[in-house]
């Protein structure tokens, strides 16, 4: 994997998001290398890199739910993460990495050619906050475009959409439409006991 080393001496980063996360470039490269190498990992060895949060910096180790999204040539190769996991972001991100690229089921699993293609992006989501709302329409008002994450449960139906995922719906009643469909529940779906919860995130790609 000797190309694939190359490119991640030359990696350049770009942060989106506005979670109150604080990296630094330098460390923001530390996690795109490693989720890189979990995935290298995983194409021989069928398991994500194991990893000793205690040998990285202490901002590597806080306790982060993490997504890792995968692109090739712009086009989305998987997506997975978790809401709940609250394990060090070092080993969160290259648990998700690796899931990502082969256990995402609505894609086949990332090959050894289309490494060197692959982009990254990791999302560190913030603390979720509780959403207070009556109606529908109450719900709608409060959501932020590009900035809101939102979390969709009404048991046992649970979903979440990330703030990217508003590049393909600006309109607040088709994401949350979307929500609804994510959760195998009807576009029109209503409920007094439904609760939504908001987050942000911080994120960065190479």
Not at 138 to 143: G, K, P, R, T, V
């Given at each position: 994997m000797e190309d694939s080393g190359q490119r991640?001496?030359?990696l350049e980063v770009t942060s989106c998001g506005c979670a109150n996360i604080l990296l630094s470039p330098e460390h923001?490269?530390?996690l795109l290398r490693l989720a890189v190498s979990s995935i290298e990992h995983g194409l021989e060895f069928r398991k994500a890199k194991s990893v000793d949060s205690a040998e990285y910096p202490a901002e590597l180790q806080m306790l982060r739910p993490v997504f890792v999204t995968l692109k090739v040539d712009n086009d989305l190769r998987g997506c997975v993460g978790t809401l709940d996991d609250l394990h060090p972001l070092v080993a969160n991100v290259a648990k998700y990495a690796f899931k990502s690229a082969f256990s995402d089921p609505r894609f086949v699993e990332v090959k050894r050619e289309e490494i060197l293609r692959l982009r990254v992006q990791i999302s560190i989501l913030s603390q979720p906050e509780a959403l207070q709302f009556s109606s529908e329409n109450?719900?709608?008002?409060?959501?932020r475009p590009g900035i809101d994450g939102l979390i969709f449960e009404e048991r046992p139906f649970r979903s979440t959409l990330l703030p990217s995922a508003w590049e393909g719906a600006t309109d607040k009643a088709l994401f949350l439409t979307q929500l609804k469909r994510k959760a195998g529940l009807p576009p029109d779906y209503w409920s007094g006991t439904l609760k939504v919860h908001r987050y942000t995130t911080s994120c960065f790609s190479n």
């Open positions: 991640n001496e030359n923001q490269k530390i109450e719900l709608i008002d409060q959501l």
